[in-house]
Nanobody
Framework: QVQLVESGGGLVQDGGSLRLSCAASGGTFNSYTMAWFRQAPGKERDFVATITMNGYNTYYANSVKGRFTISRDNAKNTVYLQMNSLKPEDTAVYFC??????????????????WGQGTQVTVSS
């Protein structure tokens, strides 16, 4: 089973940008659909974006569409989340997650395992 490690989080001002990375090891990365989720304090874990095994298809939550871009480099076993025009409401712990054996996209956290440990993103106003 693949292991996932996120990086790239931090503190940024309203309107700023960050790029998150999720490095995978121990599995066949290109056999996994990948996704990003986020969880703010006291709230449920919410879907952000997902990408198919080959990277050809993506899907976004309405709240981030047009501002965030998910991509992957299967040669580097890494999935990315480029976040532009960040807002204070984007503040959360961001998690990457993997889904093996399915070509279709899902937005449900229940369909994904394993997960990374998360990286904190804080957007100040």
């Amino acid at each position: 089973q693949v292991q996932l490690v996120e990086s790239g989080g931090g503190l940024v001002q309203d309107g700023g940008s960050l790029r998150l990375s999720c490095a995978a090891s121990g599995g066949t990365f290109n056999s996994y659909t990948m996704a990003w989720f986020r969880q703010a304090p006291g709230k449920e874990r919410d879907f952000v974006a997902t990408i198919t095994m080959n990277g050809y298809n993506t899907y976004y939550a309405n709240s981030v569409k047009g501002r965030f871009t998910i991509s992957r480099d299967n040669a580097k076993n890494t999935v990315y989340l480029q976040m532009n025009s960040l807002k204070p409401e984007d503040t959360a712990v961001y998690f990457c997650a993997a889904r093996s054996g399915y070509a279709s996209l899902s937005t449900s956290p229940r369909d994904f395992a394993p997960w990374g440990q998360g990286t904190q993103v804080t957007v100040s106003s």
